[in-house]
């Protein structure tokens, strides 16, 4: 059974920081791409950063500079997140693709206050 687990939302000041975690468990070996979308309310789900098995990585215009992924093993995925602000407010979900289709994550919030 394919599982993706996030961690690491929760509430920060605008300048502040976050990392997220996401762990993925169940047929790891297909996976050749993750990443992080995310959904403001009101808003469609959008690309924050993916990742490729090869470590070519993808940023949304938004948060390039600001954020960082990377990937430590085949099935652990990490967004570091600087300099965030009001409009970072959102939930964010861990993605993988696999041989079967794509995955997501229940999401973890995260809530930039002023």
């Given at each position: 059974q394919v599982q993706l687990v996030e961690?690491?939302?929760?509430?920060?000041?605008?300048?502040?920081?976050?990392?997220l975690s996401c762990a993925a468990s169940g047929s790891i070996f297909s996976?050749?791409?993750?990443?992080?979308?995310?959904?403001?309310p009101g808003k469609q789900r959008e690309l924050?950063?993916?990742?490729?098995?090869?470590?070519?990585?993808?940023?949304a215009d938004s948060v390039k500079g600001r954020f960082t992924i990377s990937r430590d093993?085949?099935?652990?995925?990490?967004?570091?997140?600087?300099?965030?602000?009001l409009e970072d407010t959102a939930v964010y979900y861990c993605y993988r693709d696999g041989s079967?289709?794509?995955?997501w994550g229940k999401g973890t919030l995260v809530t930039v206050s002023s």
């Open positions: 961690s690491g939302g929760g509430l920060v000041q605008a300048g502040g920081s976050l990392r996976i050749k791409t993750m990443g992080w979308y995310r959904q403001a924050v950063a993916v990742i490729n098995s090869g470590g070519r990585t993808n940023y093993t085949i099935n652990t995925v990490y967004l570091q997140m600087n300099s965030l602000t079967r289709g794509d995955y």
